[in-house]
């Protein structure tokens, strides 16, 4: 090739850029003058902008640490992914591998810092793989009909039918084993009965079933949560329970439960029907009696984050406590002068933030806003600054170190995502704010701290929303389009009426004088409410989501943490991947057949886009098909049906599909179909014989535990297919392994 290049002049010029590729004359003395300018500029540009990367670089890995959470997240989701249990000892030998040379590495820069993001990612892995050998128990593989249980209450609480939901450890469930006993079950009781607390010992007949799985590929598998929470089984009573009353002391989680269980009684006996349930969600953080038409007007309003205890509800009731132990203690001018209040103050709201955690259940948001909030208090009593992303790094770390799982939880997504949104950019405007409260003095001074608490709200919904706002479509298919409205008209109401109320209630309810803060508590909830009937009552108040993949929304998350961790330049390269996210979550489009794993129910998507229906049954699953492909669950879509007889369904997608109920429909669906769901067995040699390209028949659909398919619009050829099983893998929640 050099020899043929050099017997060619011409070839030889271009290649060394001396003559024109279009003429076969050399450049002319200023085109080459130009050209060599051209390349040097290059040349420098390239050099000058390699350096400013270094420099940046340089400058940015100081908050290198940050991104630990993010590589224990990493290696966490990597065994969640898993199509199968690893084996531990690869683990352990993972771990330490990446441990030592981590440590050997650690002066080599970059390089080093690649190494402990393994190491902490093979930490992640290793947490999320021991967290599943602690909790495994056993969990029902079969429906139990009639059984007597007996067992000990853990949890009772109202719900929103009338009834009481109880958590209970049985004893005894029938003839079952002791050792395929589940740890926990949870019974939902509709029948009269005596009062049930905590700790009280309950027996009755019981219909109950295994925890379900997920209705489609992708779609919330309540079976794997409840393995991490240790419930084999829910059902309900069949006949009236009966209570006995536990001899002796109980233990103290039973007492906490007892407790809990009174005040949330308490209150909702002071209150209303609407503003009790709520009222009793943000102190005890119990759910269950909230009406469902109130819980969709606070979701629709983007109101219904007050339901779930965060760090908002952390913040203003601990950062009350903290203000109101200061202040009381500033009346005393020898105090004032002598004593450090302000840590006597993060002392008092730290043992109160510990109270309300251990009042209000632990959920993992609440213990993500209480680890927050004890390292505020602790950043006071070191005069270290209390507000920084190390401290939500931090936070993360410990919940992710002791429940990995909830990495997979909508709640610890939103929670994080916004913290992490709201702290980097509040570390950058903090000064400018309070810059400006420094110079109000006066009336004009007032009217200006009312200004700067408008714009600061608003900011505040703005950034968390934006922040939560795809994994709310990811996990609920929706968003609240004037969610930033419902916030500025009613988080003033939560955070200087409400939860101030509160608080006073909890101080004064030990002395029975609690009644007048409820009462102040219930009006501002009442507000609230109606401020969230009349938002989600606007039009459009609602964006309905299609289901995307979930690739998509990491690289959304990635491009979030890029543009929160890193301080230079080189932030703004977080774009890029939010871009990408966005492009493929919107490329992402819904399967065209969809079959449910009871073989009960069967949706194809018609020419229009729309599902057309085999049943109107099982509801959950029709509700969860149309939410996941971008409609509201209570749209009229909903009600188009295939056109059915009694051997079967037939509806046109790109391609004929037929849903054969009988067996006596299979011959002539075979003939006139490209698509055949029989919800009967098919036999081998009519299964050979049969024209159609794809046959799904009832055994394959109990073994699959459900399809989506996704046909070609060209020529209706299967472009895809996913299956239940095999996207959820053969794991321990799965009941094979």
Same mark, same amino acid.
């Not at 000892?89 to 402990?116: D, E, I, N, Q, Y």
């Not at 929103?160 to 958590?167: C, F, V």
């Not at 309905?544 to 990491?554: C, N, Y």
């Given at each position: 090739?050099?020899?043929?290049?050099?017997?060619?002049? /011409?070839?030889?010029?271009?290649?060394?850029?001396?003559?024109?590729?279009?003429?076969?004359?050399?450049?002319?003395?200023?085109?080459?003058? &130009? %050209?060599?300018?051209?390349?040097?500029?290059?040349?420098?540009? /390239?050099?000058? %902008?390699?350096?400013?990367?270094?420099?940046?670089?340089?400058?940015?890995?100081?908050?290198?640490?940050?991104?630990? @959470?993010?590589?224990?997240?990493?290696?966490?989701?990597?065994?969640?992914?898993?199509?199968?249990?690893?084996?531990?000892?690869?683990?352990?030998?993972?771990?330490?591998?990446?441990?030592?040379?981590?440590?050997?590495?650690?002066?080599?820069? &970059?390089?080093?810092?690649?190494?402990?993001?393994?190491?902490?990612?093979?930490?992640?892995?290793?947490? =999320?793989?021991?967290?599943?050998?602690?909790?495994?128990?056993?969990?029902?593989?079969?429906?139990?009909?009639?059984?007597?249980?007996?067992?000990?209450?853990?949890?009772?609480?109202?719900?929103?039918?009338?009834? &009481?939901?109880?958590?209970?450890?049985?004893?005894?469930?029938?003839?079952?084993?002791?050792?395929?006993?589940?740890?926990?079950?949870?019974?939902?009781?509709?029948?009269?009965?005596?009062?049930?607390?905590?700790?009280? +010992?309950?027996?009755?007949?019981?219909?109950?079933?295994?925890?379900?799985?997920?209705?489609?590929?992708?779609?919330?598998?309540?079976? /794997?949560?409840?393995?991490?929470?240790?419930?084999?089984?829910?059902?309900?009573?069949?006949?009236?329970?009966?209570?006995? $009353?536990?001899?002796?002391?109980?233990?103290? @989680?039973?007492?906490?439960? +007892?407790?809990?269980?009174?005040?949330?009684?308490?209150?909702?006996?002071?209150?209303?029907?609407?503003?009790?349930?709520?009222?009793?969600?943000?102190?005890?953080?119990?759910?269950?009696?909230?009406?469902?038409?109130?819980?969709?007007?606070?979701?629709?309003?983007?109101?219904? +984050?007050?339901?779930? *205890?965060?760090?908002? +509800?952390?913040? %203003?009731?601990?950062?009350?406590?903290?203000?109101?132990?200061?202040?009381?203690?500033?009346? #005393?001018?020898?105090?004032?002068?002598?004593?450090?209040?302000?840590?006597?103050?993060?002392?008092?709201?730290?043992?109160?933030?510990?109270?309300?955690?251990?009042?209000?259940?632990?959920?993992?948001?609440?213990?993500?806003?209480?680890?927050?909030?004890?390292?505020?208090?602790?950043?006071?009593?070191?005069?270290?600054?209390?507000?920084?992303?190390?401290?939500?790094?931090?936070?993360?770390?410990? #919940?992710?170190?002791?429940?990995?799982?909830?990495?997979?939880?909508? !709640?610890?997504?939103?929670?994080?995502?916004?913290?992490?949104?709201?702290?980097?950019?509040?570390?950058?405007?903090?000064?400018?704010?309070?810059?400006?409260?420094?110079?109000?003095?006066?009336?004009?001074?007032?009217?200006?701290?009312?200004?700067?608490?408008?714009?600061?709200?608003?900011?505040?919904?703005?950034?968390?929303?934006?922040?939560?706002?795809?994994?709310?479509?990811?996990?609920?298919?929706?968003?609240?389009?004037?969610?930033?409205?419902?916030?500025?008209?009613?988080?003033?109401?939560? !955070?200087? #009426?409400?939860?101030? =109320? =509160?608080?006073?209630?909890?101080?004064?309810?030990?002395?029975?004088?609690?009644?007048?803060?409820?009462?102040?508590?219930?009006?501002?909830?009442?507000?609230?409410?109606?401020?969230?009937?009349?938002?989600?009552?606007?039009?459009?108040?609602?964006?309905?989501?299609?289901?995307?993949?979930?690739?998509?929304?990491?690289?959304?998350?990635?491009?979030?943490?890029?543009?929160?961790?890193?301080?230079?330049?080189?932030?703004?390269?977080?774009?890029?991947?939010?871009?990408?996210?966005?492009?493929?979550?919107?490329?992402?489009?819904?399967?065209?057949?969809?079959?449910?794993?009871?073989?009960?129910?069967?949706?194809?998507?018609?020419?229009?886009?729309?599902?057309?229906?085999?049943?109107?049954?099982?509801?959950?699953? $029709?509700?969860?098909?149309?939410?996941?492909? !971008?409609?509201?669950?209570?749209?009229?879509?909903?009600?188009?049906?295939?056109?059915?007889?009694?051997?079967?369904?037939?509806?046109?997608?790109?391609?004929?599909?037929?849903?054969?109920?009988?067996?006596?429909?299979?011959?002539?669906?075979?003939?006139?179909?490209?698509?055949?769901?029989?919800?009967? @067995?098919?036999?081998?040699?009519?299964?050979?014989?049969?024209?159609?390209? %794809?046959?799904?028949?009832?055994?394959? *659909?109990?073994?699959?535990?459900?399809?989506?398919?996704?046909?070609?619009?060209?020529?209706?050829?299967?472009?895809?297919?996913? &299956?239940?099983?095999?996207?959820?893998?053969?794991?321990?929640?799965?009941?094979?392994?």
């Amino acid at each position: 090739m050099e020899e043929f290049c050099a017997r060619s002049p /011409r070839i030889s010029g271009i290649l060394q850029g001396k003559m024109n590729i279009f003429s076969k004359k050399p450049f002319s003395a200023p085109t080459w003058r &130009t %050209l060599n300018g051209i390349r040097g500029q290059n040349l420098l540009w /390239r050099r000058q %902008l390699a350096d400013r990367v270094s420099r940046a670089w340089a400058r940015d890995q100081a908050n290198a640490s940050l991104w630990i @959470p993010g590589a224990m997240g990493l290696g966490i989701a990597a065994y969640f992914a898993l199509p199968v249990e690893p084996y531990p000892g690869w683990t352990l030998v993972l771990l330490g591998l990446a441990a030592l040379l981590a440590w050997r590495c650690r002066s080599w820069g &970059t390089p080093a810092m690649v190494l402990f993001a393994a190491f902490f990612c093979a930490l992640g892995f290793s947490a =999320a793989q021991l967290r599943t050998a602690t909790v495994a128990a056993p969990a029902l593989q079969e429906r139990i009909t009639g059984a007597v249980l007996s067992g000990k209450v853990l949890e009772a609480s109202f719900n929103r039918q009338g009834g &009481t939901t109880l958590i209970v450890a049985p004893a005894s469930i029938g003839w079952t084993p002791a050792e395929e006993m589940p740890a926990r079950v949870r019974l939902k009781v509709s029948q009269a009965h005596d009062p049930i607390w905590p700790g009280d +010992h309950v027996e009755a007949k019981v219909l109950l079933w295994p925890p379900a799985g997920p209705v489609a590929p992708g779609a919330f598998d309540f079976a /794997r949560q409840a393995f991490f929470r240790e419930l084999g089984g829910t059902g309900v009573t069949i006949s009236d329970p009966r209570v006995e $009353r536990p001899d002796g002391t109980r233990s103290w @989680p039973a007492e906490l439960a +007892h407790l809990r269980e009174r005040i949330s009684r308490h209150i909702v006996g002071r209150m209303g029907p609407q503003a009790g349930p709520v009222a009793t969600a943000m102190m005890t953080g119990q759910r269950h009696a909230i009406p469902e038409e109130v819980e969709q007007h606070l979701r629709d309003a983007g109101l219904a +984050h007050i339901l779930a *205890i965060s760090g908002l +509800h952390m913040a %203003l009731f601990a950062g009350t406590l903290f203000w109101l132990v200061r202040a009381v203690l500033a009346l #005393v001018p020898g105090w004032a002068l002598r004593y450090p209040l302000k840590k006597w103050a993060a002392v008092v709201a730290l043992v109160g933030a510990f109270a309300y955690l251990l009042l209000s259940g632990m959920s993992v948001s609440t213990q993500r806003a209480f680890i927050m909030a004890a390292l505020m208090f602790l950043a006071v009593l070191l005069d270290r600054p209390a507000f920084s992303l190390r401290n939500v790094a931090l936070a993360a770390v410990i #919940v992710l170190l002791l429940r990995p799982e909830s990495l997979l939880e909508p !709640g610890f997504q939103m929670s994080f995502a916004a913290a992490t949104a709201l702290v980097a950019v509040y570390q950058n405007r903090e000064l400018q704010l309070l810059g400006q409260k420094e110079k109000a003095v006066g009336l004009w001074g007032l009217l200006r701290i009312a200004f700067i608490y408008v714009v600061t709200l608003a900011i505040t919904s703005l950034v968390a929303g934006a922040a939560t706002a795809p994994f709310a479509a990811f996990h609920f298919n929706r968003m609240a389009a004037y969610g930033i409205v419902g916030n500025l008209i009613a988080m003033p109401l939560v !955070g200087m #009426v409400i939860m101030p =109320a =509160a608080l006073i209630a909890y101080l004064l309810m030990p002395l029975g004088l609690d009644t007048p803060a409820l009462w102040v508590m219930e009006i501002g909830l009442e507000a609230v409410i109606a401020i969230s009937e009349t938002v989600s009552g606007w039009e459009g108040a609602v964006v309905h989501a299609p289901s995307f993949p979930v690739g998509a929304l990491a690289l959304i998350a990635f491009g979030g943490l890029w543009l929160s961790l890193w301080k230079t330049w080189i932030r703004h390269a977080g774009v890029l991947p939010i871009i990408a996210g966005l492009a493929l979550a919107q490329a992402a489009r819904p399967g065209d057949i969809l079959i449910d794993g009871d073989a009960k129910l069967v949706a194809v998507r018609d020419l229009d886009g729309l599902y057309r229906w085999s049943g109107r049954s099982p509801r959950y699953a $029709r509700e969860t098909w149309l939410r996941r492909s !971008g409609f509201a669950a209570e749209t009229p879509v909903g009600d188009r049906m295939m056109a059915c007889d009694e051997l079967g369904c037939v509806s046109r997608a790109v391609v004929r599909v037929a849903v054969a109920r009988t067996s006596a429909a299979l011959e002539q669906d075979c003939l006139r179909s490209e698509v055949l769901v029989a919800l009967v @067995p098919v036999r081998g040699h009519t299964r050979a014989s049969c024209g159609a390209q %794809l046959v799904i028949d009832r055994f394959d *659909i109990a073994r699959e535990e459900g399809f989506e398919v996704w046909l070609d619009p060209e020529d209706g050829s299967v472009e895809a297919l996913r &299956t239940v099983r095999s996207w959820r893998g053969e794991r321990p929640w799965t009941g094979r392994q």
